[in-house]
């Protein structure tokens, strides 16, 4: 099998070298890069399976090639952050990455989180669903991994896809936090609420008419959430304060 690709993004040659030597001894080819535009060229180049982000970079800092990388690319993104800086946190999430990790990281951490976020990169598998998922202009076709709304294809990185998956192979069926959380992130990740909110937050504003007013994607309060079934109307639209 191919090897598969990471681009390490950090201005600090020392990380650079521990991730490459570390990396490339259990079968990954690393690329590296020292700033936001060199970043974004690399990324261009050379189609990475996943990039590890420092948010601290020069001339262009990680929040802003986060959110470029994410005007073209779909690529898994884990950021480098520093310790308990949570709204970096948030906000590398909300611009598009798949994971965060807190400096000083040990290096068993940072393998466990990218066998994590590429073992969420791969399609599920459809052999026991119906082709095509329609509801109401709503649509996902499995085989071909795509995604339509209101006549328009959606675009979704593969944490959103994954996400959507499970709702949606799930609808008109409550599923718990914990076990979307375990299914699309990993079991490490039960957890990890904030994930789920902003995950959910991204998909809303994807597909529904009014993400306020979801009529798709439904909150069950403390529980987890529901799509909603082909069998049954759209849910009428709930209060915007009980959409996430």
Not at 29 to 47: I, R
């Amino acid at each position: 099998m191919p090897k598969e690709k990471i681009l390490i993004v950090d201005d600090e040659a020392r990380i650079l070298r521990l991730v490459r030597s570390n990396l490339e001894p259990v079968g990954y080819k690393v690329l590296t890069a020292m700033d936001g535009e060199s970043a974004l060229t690399a990324a261009e180049m050379n189609d990475p399976d996943l990039i590890i982000l420092d948010l601290m970079l020069p001339r262009l800092d990680g929040f802003e090639v986060c959110r470029r990388l994410r005007e073209f690319s779909t690529v898994p993104i884990i950021i480098l952050t520093a310790k308990g800086e949570e709204v970096d946190k948030v906000k590398g999430l909300e611009l598009g990455a798949d994971d965060y990790l807190t400096k000083p990281f040990s290096v068993q951490e940072l393998l466990a989180r990218i066998k994590a976020v590429l073992r969420r990169t791969r399609v599920p598998p459809t052999q026991k669903l119906e082709p095509v998922f329609n509801l109401a202009g709503f649509s996902v076709n499995f085989a071909q991994r795509r995604v339509v709304s209101n006549g328009a294809d959606v675009k979704l990185s593969p944490t959103e896809y994954k996400l959507l998956y499970e709702l949606v192979t799930n609808a008109g069926r409550v599923v718990l936090h914990q076990d979307l959380l375990a299914r699309v992130w990993g079991r490490e990740y039960r957890d990890e609420t904030e994930y789920l909110r902003v995950y959910i937050r991204y998909l809303r504003q994807k597909i529904e008419e009014d993400p306020s007013r979801p009529k798709l994607i439904l909150t069950e309060p403390g529980v987890g959430y529901r799509f909603a079934a082909p069998a049954e109307p759209p849910a009428a639209a709930v209060a915007a304060p009980s959409a996430t």
